[in-house]
């Protein structure tokens, strides 16, 4: 299983930016998906973002495209979210999370890391 360790959140002010991090280890990632999910209070975890690891294929939630980016640095074995242009809608429990390609369910999840935008 892999391991992660998010790092990053804070308090923002609407319209600026922070960029999380993911440090994975336990496994390669070459045949890995990594994610971004958040969880606001009172409502379900929804994705973000996914990299694949090996073929730097991106994919982003309509809610955050444009202004989300995710990222990863092989050689640190960590993914990033960069976040900008922060709402208030984006404060969360971002959490990371990966995924073996052959499975469809994210089975590795890091233990999270708080973002507050205020208005």
């Known amino acids: 299983q892999v391991q992660l360790v998010e790092s990053g959140g804070g308090l923002v002010q609407a319209g600026g930016s922070l960029r999380l991090s993911c440090a994975a280890s336990g496994r390669t990632l070459s045949n890995y998906v990594m994610g971004w999910f958040r969880q606001a209070p009172g409502k379900e975890r929804e994705f973000v973002a996914a990299?694949?690891?090996?073929?730097?294929?991106?994919s982003h939630a309509d809610s955050v495209k444009g202004r989300f980016t995710i990222s990863r640095d092989n050689a640190k074995s960590t993914v990033y979210l960069q976040m900008n242009s922060l709402k208030p809608e984006d404060t969360a429990v971002y959490y990371c999370a990966a995924r073996s390609i052959g499975y469809s369910e994210f089975g590795s999840w890091g233990q999270g890391t708080q973002v507050v935008v205020s208005s």
């Open positions: 990299i694949w690891w090996t073929a730097g294929r991106t």
